[in-house]
Protein backbone atom coordinates (compact mmCIF):
# COMPACT_ATOMS: atom_id res chain seq x y z
CA UNK A 1 0.00 0.00 0.00
CA UNK A 2 1.40 3.34 -1.13
CA UNK A 3 1.91 5.85 2.16
CA UNK A 4 -0.14 8.58 0.34
CA UNK A 5 -2.77 8.14 -1.21
CA UNK A 6 -5.35 9.71 -3.77
CA UNK A 7 -7.92 9.42 -6.09
CA UNK A 8 -6.56 10.09 -9.64
CA UNK A 9 -9.66 11.31 -11.33
CA UNK A 10 -10.13 13.44 -13.72
CA UNK A 11 -12.50 15.19 -11.59
CA UNK A 12 -14.77 16.95 -14.52
CA UNK A 13 -16.91 19.87 -13.23
CA UNK A 14 -19.15 22.85 -14.19
CA UNK A 15 -17.68 25.99 -13.21
CA UNK A 16 -19.27 27.04 -10.23
CA UNK A 17 -19.00 23.63 -8.15
CA UNK A 18 -18.04 22.80 -5.09
CA UNK A 19 -15.31 19.82 -5.34
CA UNK A 20 -14.05 17.94 -2.88
CA UNK A 21 -10.79 15.51 -2.74
CA UNK A 22 -9.74 13.09 -0.28
CA UNK A 23 -6.45 12.18 0.17
CA UNK A 24 -5.21 9.07 2.79
CA UNK A 25 -2.13 8.40 4.35
CA UNK A 26 -1.20 5.37 6.30
CA UNK A 27 1.62 5.89 8.37
CA UNK A 28 -0.14 7.15 12.06
CA UNK A 29 2.67 9.23 13.17
CA UNK A 30 3.13 11.60 10.09
CA UNK A 31 2.63 15.10 11.60
CA UNK A 32 2.64 17.60 8.57
CA UNK A 33 -0.05 18.01 6.06
CA UNK A 34 0.15 20.06 2.63
CA UNK A 35 -2.09 20.38 -0.24
CA UNK A 36 0.24 21.67 -3.35
CA UNK A 37 -1.17 22.65 -7.00
CA UNK A 38 0.42 21.83 -10.28
CA UNK A 39 -0.32 23.08 -13.55
CA UNK A 40 0.43 21.15 -16.21
CA UNK A 41 4.38 21.01 -17.39
CA UNK A 42 5.34 23.29 -14.17
CA UNK A 43 6.06 22.46 -10.48
CA UNK A 44 4.09 21.94 -7.55
CA UNK A 45 3.49 25.27 -5.99
CA UNK A 46 1.98 24.98 -2.28
CA UNK A 47 -1.55 25.99 -1.97
CA UNK A 48 -2.18 25.15 1.89
CA UNK A 49 -0.78 23.50 4.96
CA UNK A 50 -3.62 21.29 6.52
CA UNK A 51 -3.90 22.41 10.48
CA UNK A 52 -5.93 19.98 13.08
CA UNK A 53 -8.75 22.37 13.21
CA UNK A 54 -9.27 23.27 9.36
CA UNK A 55 -8.34 25.74 7.78
CA UNK A 56 -9.41 28.18 4.94
CA UNK A 57 -8.42 30.35 2.48
CA UNK A 58 -11.16 31.67 0.31
CA UNK A 59 -12.49 29.35 -1.84
CA UNK A 60 -10.68 26.65 -0.35
CA UNK A 61 -10.73 24.40 2.38
CA UNK A 62 -8.59 21.82 4.38
CA UNK A 63 -9.60 19.22 6.85
CA UNK A 64 -7.33 16.66 8.94
CA UNK A 65 -9.22 13.77 10.10
CA UNK A 66 -6.71 11.87 12.06
CA UNK A 67 -9.14 9.12 13.29
CA UNK A 68 -9.81 7.84 10.16
CA UNK A 69 -6.55 9.21 8.33
CA UNK A 70 -6.95 11.34 5.55
CA UNK A 71 -6.45 15.06 4.72
CA UNK A 72 -9.44 16.48 2.78
CA UNK A 73 -9.99 19.57 0.42
CA UNK A 74 -12.43 22.02 -0.46
CA UNK A 75 -12.90 24.11 -3.27
CA UNK A 76 -16.07 25.73 -3.57
CA UNK A 77 -17.25 27.92 -6.57
CA UNK A 78 -14.77 26.25 -8.81
CA UNK A 79 -13.34 28.41 -11.50
CA UNK A 80 -11.98 27.52 -15.16
CA UNK A 81 -8.40 28.61 -13.69
CA UNK A 82 -8.51 26.27 -10.81
CA UNK A 83 -7.53 23.40 -13.32
CA UNK A 84 -4.72 21.60 -12.39
CA UNK A 85 -3.79 18.56 -10.51
CA UNK A 86 -3.66 18.86 -6.56
CA UNK A 87 -1.27 16.96 -4.36
CA UNK A 88 -1.13 16.02 -1.40
CA UNK A 89 1.79 15.56 1.12
CA UNK A 90 2.56 14.07 4.42
CA UNK A 91 5.73 13.85 6.76
CA UNK A 92 6.38 10.02 7.44
CA UNK A 93 6.59 11.25 11.07
CA UNK A 94 9.70 10.30 13.67
CA UNK A 95 11.34 13.46 12.87
CA UNK A 96 12.06 12.77 9.53
CA UNK A 97 12.48 15.96 7.68
CA UNK A 98 11.02 15.13 4.30
CA UNK A 99 7.47 14.64 2.35
CA UNK A 100 5.90 11.65 0.60
CA UNK A 101 3.42 13.04 -2.00
CA UNK A 102 0.13 11.48 -3.33
CA UNK A 103 0.39 10.67 -6.78
CA UNK A 104 -2.87 13.87 -7.71
CA UNK A 105 -5.93 14.44 -8.29
CA UNK A 106 -6.94 16.07 -11.39
CA UNK A 107 -9.41 18.54 -11.76
CA UNK A 108 -10.75 19.70 -15.28
CA UNK A 109 -13.45 22.65 -14.43
CA UNK A 110 -15.52 23.45 -17.57
CA UNK A 111 -17.91 26.63 -18.88
CA UNK B 1 12.43 36.15 -6.37
CA UNK B 2 14.68 33.74 -7.55
CA UNK B 3 13.47 30.66 -4.92
CA UNK B 4 14.72 27.51 -6.59
CA UNK B 5 16.73 27.55 -9.06
CA UNK B 6 17.37 24.56 -11.42
CA UNK B 7 20.03 23.68 -14.60
CA UNK B 8 19.47 22.54 -17.17
CA UNK B 9 15.61 22.86 -17.89
CA UNK B 10 16.12 20.08 -20.37
CA UNK B 11 18.70 18.00 -21.15
CA UNK B 12 19.07 14.33 -23.74
CA UNK B 13 21.44 11.76 -22.73
CA UNK B 14 22.75 8.65 -24.28
CA UNK B 15 22.17 5.51 -22.29
CA UNK B 16 25.81 5.54 -20.16
CA UNK B 17 26.26 8.84 -20.06
CA UNK B 18 27.39 10.69 -17.00
CA UNK B 19 25.21 14.53 -15.97
CA UNK B 20 25.17 16.71 -12.99
CA UNK B 21 21.48 18.56 -12.42
CA UNK B 22 22.46 21.56 -10.09
CA UNK B 23 19.85 23.06 -7.59
CA UNK B 24 20.50 26.83 -5.52
CA UNK B 25 18.38 28.03 -3.21
CA UNK B 26 18.49 31.80 -1.87
CA UNK B 27 15.92 31.71 0.69
CA UNK B 28 18.09 30.69 3.55
CA UNK B 29 16.36 27.20 4.13
CA UNK B 30 18.52 24.35 5.83
CA UNK B 31 16.89 21.14 3.89
CA UNK B 32 17.15 20.45 0.02
CA UNK B 33 15.38 17.69 -2.16
CA UNK B 34 15.41 15.85 -4.80
CA UNK B 35 12.10 14.30 -6.54
CA UNK B 36 11.65 12.45 -9.45
CA UNK B 37 7.83 12.65 -11.30
CA UNK B 38 6.48 9.90 -13.33
CA UNK B 39 3.31 9.35 -15.18
CA UNK B 40 0.76 7.85 -12.35
CA UNK B 41 3.70 7.68 -10.03
CA UNK B 42 3.60 11.03 -8.07
CA UNK B 43 6.53 12.59 -6.76
CA UNK B 44 8.73 10.02 -5.03
CA UNK B 45 12.27 11.22 -3.06
CA UNK B 46 15.58 10.58 -4.56
CA UNK B 47 17.95 11.93 -1.65
CA UNK B 48 17.53 14.49 0.39
CA UNK B 49 19.64 16.64 2.98
CA UNK B 50 18.35 17.84 6.27
CA UNK B 51 20.91 20.45 7.19
CA UNK B 52 24.46 21.10 5.51
CA UNK B 53 27.15 18.06 5.67
CA UNK B 54 24.10 15.63 5.63
CA UNK B 55 22.65 13.40 2.69
CA UNK B 56 20.44 10.77 3.01
CA UNK B 57 18.36 8.16 0.75
CA UNK B 58 15.11 8.57 -0.31
CA UNK B 59 12.48 5.99 -1.60
CA UNK B 60 14.30 5.80 -5.16
CA UNK B 61 18.31 6.41 -4.52
CA UNK B 62 19.87 3.67 -7.03
CA UNK B 63 21.82 4.98 -9.52
CA UNK B 64 22.11 8.93 -8.15
CA UNK B 65 24.53 10.23 -5.80
CA UNK B 66 24.48 13.94 -4.42
CA UNK B 67 26.75 16.67 -3.20
CA UNK B 68 25.20 19.17 -0.71
CA UNK B 69 27.94 21.66 -1.62
CA UNK B 70 27.05 24.49 0.94
CA UNK B 71 23.59 26.00 2.13
CA UNK B 72 22.62 27.06 -0.80
CA UNK B 73 23.49 24.11 -3.26
CA UNK B 74 22.52 20.59 -3.79
CA UNK B 75 23.54 18.70 -6.79
CA UNK B 76 22.17 15.60 -8.18
CA UNK B 77 24.84 13.04 -10.29
CA UNK B 78 23.51 10.84 -12.61
CA UNK B 79 26.99 8.43 -13.37
CA UNK B 80 25.38 5.95 -16.19
CA UNK B 81 22.54 7.09 -17.37
CA UNK B 82 19.83 4.70 -18.38
CA UNK B 83 16.39 4.92 -19.97
CA UNK B 84 14.43 4.19 -16.54
CA UNK B 85 15.94 7.23 -15.56
CA UNK B 86 14.24 9.41 -17.71
CA UNK B 87 11.78 11.66 -15.90
CA UNK B 88 10.97 15.51 -14.27
CA UNK B 89 13.38 15.93 -11.81
CA UNK B 90 12.79 19.05 -8.71
CA UNK B 91 15.00 19.99 -6.59
CA UNK B 92 13.07 21.48 -3.34
CA UNK B 93 13.93 23.39 -0.45
CA UNK B 94 12.33 23.49 3.63
CA UNK B 95 12.92 25.54 6.54
CA UNK B 96 12.95 21.84 8.17
CA UNK B 97 10.67 19.78 9.84
CA UNK B 98 7.05 20.57 9.67
CA UNK B 99 7.86 23.27 6.95
CA UNK B 100 6.08 23.02 3.17
CA UNK B 101 8.88 22.27 0.11
CA UNK B 102 9.45 25.01 -2.41
CA UNK B 103 9.94 23.13 -5.45
CA UNK B 104 12.40 25.10 -8.47
CA UNK B 105 10.65 24.50 -12.27
CA UNK B 106 12.27 21.36 -13.22
CA UNK B 107 14.81 19.07 -15.94
CA UNK B 108 13.30 17.05 -18.48
CA UNK B 109 15.56 14.23 -18.67
CA UNK B 110 15.72 11.94 -21.55
CA UNK B 111 17.45 9.32 -21.79
CA UNK B 112 17.59 7.42 -25.45
Known amino acids: RKEVEQDPGPFNVPEGATVAFNCTYS??????FFWYRQDCRKEPKLLMS???SGNEDGRFTAQLNRASQYISLLIRDSKLSDSATYLC????????????FGAGTRLAVHP | NAGVTQTPKFQVLKTGQSMTLQCAQD?????MYWYRQDPGMGLRLIYY???????DKGEVPNGYNVSRLNKREFSLRLESAAPSQTSVYFC???????????FGNGTRLTVT
Open chain 2, 49 to 55: SASEGTT
Open chain 1, 50 to 52: VYS
Open chain 1, 89 to 100: AASPGGGYNKLI
Open chain 1, 27 to 32: NSASQS
Open chain 2, 92 to 102: ASSDGVGSPLH
Open chain 2, 27 to 31: MNHNS
